[in-house]
């Protein structure tokens, strides 16, 4: 049974940074693109970040490229995501999700989904 599940959300002022981390169990993590995603209340889920099995391959929104940073360990199956100078535009419930099925790697057509980590960054 594959798990994934996201930690290291918060609340944070405007400016700062904050670093979540994602564990996936139960597949081959080394083996598997891996993306963050965020979705603000009244708002449609965004890719933000993605990186390919090794870590060699990178992909980023426009919308976070130059802030925030993705990063995996594939000894400890552990993907992290370090974002900063965050503004209140950030604060939105955040995603990682294993297993790209199809397509750019930005998109949400992943097979595993964790339970997400909220992020609050306040003005």
């Known amino acids: 049974q594959v798990q994934v599940v996201e930690s290291g959300g918060g609340l944070v002022q405007a400016g700062g940074s904050l670093r979540l981390s994602c564990t996936a169990s139960g597949l081959t993590f080394g083996g598997y693109y891996m993306g963050w995603f965020r979705q603000a209340p009244g708002k449609e889920r965004e890719g933000i970040s993605c990186?390919?099995?090794?870590?060699?391959?990178?992909g980023y929104a426009d919308s976070v490229k130059g802030r925030f940073t993705i990063s995996r360990d594939n000894a400890k199956n552990t993907l992290n995501l370090q974002m900063n100078s965050l503004t209140p535009e950030d604060t939105a419930m955040y995603y990682c999700?294993?297993?790209?099925?199809?397509?750019?790697?930005?998109?949400?057509?992943?097979?595993?989904w964790g339970q997400g980590t909220q992020v609050t960054v306040s003005s």
């Open positions: 999700a294993a297993v790209l099925l199809d397509g750019s790697c930005l998109l949400d057509r992943y097979k595993y």
């Open positions: 990186i390919g099995p090794s870590g060699s391959i990178t």
